[in-house]
């Protein structure tokens, strides 16, 4: 006599990892059309474009260093110290302001990628120094006091309209598209996919795996001085302690739950975008239903639990 074991139903979690966010996004857009006052008008669109822009750059270099199975806790210090930068040089010009600022973003790249690939540090732990001791530099450099940022050109690219869209999110746009060509067409892209996949493979094959991640750590730490400069632009002025508060947090969470493995090898550049954007949007649905602060971060908490597990049983099936 034979026994039948019935099977369970097979969840899709490829098709799940590949495409949850975009369905999470689309459900949510529906009930805040109905039940959320306002929502499709272009002033609050507008609002929630100009308030995930920052969020999107920062991801996507996240998102970069995370392909390379490692972690970058410092960049919401490197946007600190780019916005302490820019009032100290705006007096030599906004293009030198701009310069100083991601030279600054090039420094502590070259730092963290230079302990990660030749020092041999783990990568949370290589940030991690720089992301109390980053800002604790921004900090002394302002001698923490809150400056005023009135250079009409720097203002433009935080709240200036080309075309009726904000500067803000075209720079956003733009960076996403080139990081999106680099990681999909160029050879730099193959190897940081490489290097996340099977990094032992990648050095006995001969390619340069310390240079790639030393490039992968500057171009983090640059987008996110990009970051800091528009962040500062838009608020017109540059608070050391408060730019780019926690921002890592949230650009960890873009990537992840736009479907980047944390164990690396896979990139997925309009996932992340997807990601800010879904977060961004429960947290603004969230205040317009005046809900708690404390809710809003418990939802964030299940979500990026949720994003974890089915990445998790997809590699495992």
């Given at each position: 006599?034979?026994?039948?074991?019935?099977?369970?139903?097979?969840?899709?979690?490829?098709?799940?990892?590949?495409?949850?966010?975009?369905?999470?996004?689309?459900?949510?857009?529906?009930?805040?059309?109905?039940?959320?006052?306002?929502?499709?008008?272009?002033?609050?669109?507008?609002?929630?474009?100009?308030?995930?822009?920052?969020?999107?750059?920062?991801?996507?270099?996240?998102?970069?260093?995370?392909?390379?199975?490692?972690?970058d806790?410092s960049?919401?210090?490197?946007?600190?110290?780019?916005?302490?930068?820019?009032?100290?040089?705006?007096?030599?010009?906004?293009?030198?302001?701009?310069?100083?600022?991601?030279?600054?973003?090039?420094?502590?790249?070259?730092?963290?990628?230079?302990?990660?690939?030749?020092?041999?540090?783990?990568?949370?732990?290589?940030?991690?120094?720089?992301?109390?001791?980053?800002?604790?530099?921004?900090?002394?450099?302002?001698?923490?006091?809150?400056?005023?940022?009135?250079?009409?050109?720097?203002?433009?690219?935080g709240?200036?309209?080309?075309?009726?869209?904000?500067?803000?999110?075209?720079?956003?746009?733009?960076?996403?598209?080139?990081?999106?060509?680099?990681?999909?067409?160029?050879?730099?892209?193959?190897?940081?996919?490489?290097?996340?996949?099977n990094?032992?493979?990648?050095?006995?094959?001969?390619?340069?795996?310390?240079?790639?991640?030393?490039?992968?750590?500057?171009?983090?730490?640059?987008?996110?001085?990009?970051?800091?400069?528009?962040?500062?632009?838009?608020?017109?002025?540059?608070?050391?302690?408060?730019?780019?508060?926690l921002?890592?947090?949230?650009?960890?969470?873009?990537?992840?739950?736009?479907?980047?493995?944390?164990?690396?090898?896979?990139?997925?550049?309009?996932?992340?975008?997807?990601?800010?954007?879904?977060?961004?949007?429960?947290?603004?649905?969230?205040?317009?239903?005046?809900?708690?602060?404390?809710?809003?971060?418990?939802?964030?908490?299940?979500i990026?639990?949720?994003?974890?597990?089915?990445?998790?049983?997809?590699?495992?099936?």
């Open positions: 006599m034979t026994t039948q074991v019935a099977a369970r139903p097979a969840v899709n979690l490829k098709g799940l990892s590949q495409y949850g966010v975009y369905l999470a996004i689309l459900l949510l857009v529906l009930y805040n059309i109905f039940f959320t006052p306002y929502f499709l008008t272009w002033s609050n669109l507008r609002i929630q474009l100009i308030q995930v822009a920052p969020i999107v750059i920062v991801a996507l270099g996240m998102a970069l260093v995370i392909g390379t199975e490692g972690i806790l960049v919401g210090s490197v946007m600190a110290l780019a916005a302490a930068l820019i009032p100290l040089y705006l007096g030599y010009g906004v293009v030198a302001a701009i310069i100083a600022s991601v030279l600054a973003g090039v420094a502590v790249g070259f730092i963290n990628g230079v302990l990660v690939a030749r020092v041999g540090l783990q990568p949370i732990v290589a940030t991690l120094a720089l992301f109390v001791g980053g800002r604790g530099l921004a900090v002394v450099i302002t001698h923490g006091q809150l400056k005023d940022v009135r250079n009409p050109d720097l203002i433009y690219l709240s200036g309209d080309l075309l009726g869209i904000p500067v803000l999110v075209w720079v956003a746009a733009a960076l996403v598209l080139v990081v999106a060509f680099l990681v999909r067409r160029t050879v730099f892209g193959r190897r940081l996919l490489a290097i996340g996949g990094r032992p493979a990648t050095e006995l094959a001969g390619l340069p795996v310390k240079r790639v991640l030393i490039t992968v750590y500057i171009v983090c730490a640059v987008l996110a001085s990009i970051a800091g400069l528009l962040s500062v632009a838009r608020i017109q002025s540059s608070d050391a302690s408060a730019v780019g508060l921002i890592e947090l949230s650009a960890i969470t873009a990537v992840v739950v736009g479907g980047t493995p944390l164990t690396g090898g896979r990139v997925r550049v309009l996932g992340t975008v997807a990601g800010a954007l879904l977060m961004q949007l429960v947290i603004a649905t969230m205040i317009k239903h005046n809900l708690q602060p404390s809710t809003t971060e418990m939802v964030q908490a299940v990026i639990l949720i994003a974890v597990y089915v990445a998790r049983e997809r590699k495992t099936r």
